[in-house]
């Protein structure tokens, strides 16, 4: 087998700063502004699909349990949003569903256990935010859920294999960071824990078998090709 990359199909349209996800069906799913499509690995083909009601950049998706896909926030092309939309893969159609509290930009979404998603920061109304909002499927309302410990915009963060949510990093009036903090879904509380050994925005995370988390590149300053280490015990 070769390793290594070759061209596949073509977009329809051009897209910069969109957001991906792949859906239960195995297609992936590619969005930019109002537009959306549809990646097949079979076919190697694209396929347009149902329009997003506002056109949206550097915004933020979650896959929800019953596949539909969740679209968050961020930016139009005058302003930061507070609506969000659902994607039905069966129909591949839009609806709109309930506002966040707060318009965000630059925060991070994640798919909890009990099934409710969490955003946390970002920038909202002319200022880095410490929010955090959960969203509930069967009700398709926002409720604010406890505080960050430290603003936070373009962070990251993970689900670990004990429940908890690990925000890492971002960026906040005062610069970069290195705190990292845990979000408890049982409590609905944040705790700091131990510090990352650089600050770091724009990076990213990934929980490896053994449970420890992996956090690498970069940040706005001085790009990096070190990685870190979390573990939790």
Known sequence: MYLGWTTTGRMYYVREWHIASVLTSGKDFCDRLTSTELYDPSTRMWTTTGHMKYGRQWHAESILRNGKVLAIGRMDDKSHLKSTELYDPSRG???????LNIPRNGHTVFLLTNGKVLVTGGI???????????YDLSSGT??????MNYPRDYHT????????VLVSGGESVFGLLSTTELYDSSTGTWTTTGNMNYARNLHTESVLTNGKMLIIGEDNYEVLNIAELYSLF
């Open 157 to 164: 963060a993970s689900v670990l294999k004990n429940g908890k």
């Open 93 to 99: 159609t839009w609806t709109t569903t309930g506002d």
């Open 142 to 147: 926002w409720t604010t859920a406890g505080s």
């Open 124 to 134: 909202g109304k002319g200022r880095c935010l410490n929010s955090s909002e959960l």
